[in-house]
């Protein structure tokens, strides 16, 4: 059973820092592009970052050059450091695996605000 659990968010006001993590479990975590994914109020999901297996990275323009995904094959983890947070970028973040629909985790809600 595939499980994707994440962690890490939290307020913090504009301009502030977070890291969020995501621990997946039964996969084999090394074989697949794994990516964060966020959904504001009233908005679609979407892609905000990817990473595959090789480590090669791409990023939705909203969040490039202040995002940053990086992954722990040892550990199964996915990490992204979140820098210069804005209004936008408030929203629930989940992880999973790149372009798949199943096995969503609860996500972790980022909110940030003055």
């Known amino acids: 059973q595939v499980q994707n659990v994440e962690s890490g968010g939290g307020l913090v006001q504009p301009g502030g820092s977070l890291r969020l993590s995501c621990v997946a479990s039964?996969?084999?975590?090394?074989?697949?592009?794994m990516a964060w994914y966020r959904q504001a109020p009233g908005k679609q999901r979407e892609l905000v970052a990817s990473i595959n297996s090789e480590g090669r990275t791409n990023y939705a323009d909203s969040v490039k050059g202040r995002f940053t995904i990086f992954r722990n094959n040892a550990k199964s983890t996915v990490l992204l450091q979140m820098n210069s947070l804005n209004l936008e970028d408030t929203a629930v973040y989940y992880c999973n695996r790149l372009n798949r629909d199943d096995s969503w985790g609860q996500g972790t809600q980022v909110t940030v605000s003055s």
């Open positions: 039964g996969i084999i975590f090394n074989r697949y592009s």
